[in-house]
């Protein structure tokens, strides 16, 4: 049986797209900072970024790599996916990212 996972994130990319060719198929890859306010109890307003890595499979892959660049404004949807590996040294690391299934460009372009 699956479980429900899915997850959306609007925010700004950090860096420009990162591309590679696994096999036949495009991967793209970028950071993307998602910003928000709040008040503490004293009544001080924080602005913190969080930053969210994001994977992006095949044709998309390569919409994005296109169209996309450092600070283009987007809203992504997807699953949250976390991939945990050993180094040559023997250490456990891991990395969770939003596998994105669609991306919405925000700063005047198309939903992909």
Known sequence: MNNFNFTVLEGNLVRDPEVKTIGDKTLCKLVIASNRQYTKKDGTKVDEANFFDVAM????????????????????????????????????????????????????GNKL
């Open 57 to 108: 499979w095949g044709k998309l892959g390569e919409t994005c790599s296109k169209y996309l660049k450092k600070g283009s404004r987007v809203l992504v949807s997807g699953n949250l996916c976390k991939d945990i590996w050993k180094t040559a040294e023997g250490e456990t690391k891991s990395n969770t990212y939003i596998n994105a299934k669609e991306v919405n460009f925000l700063n005047g």
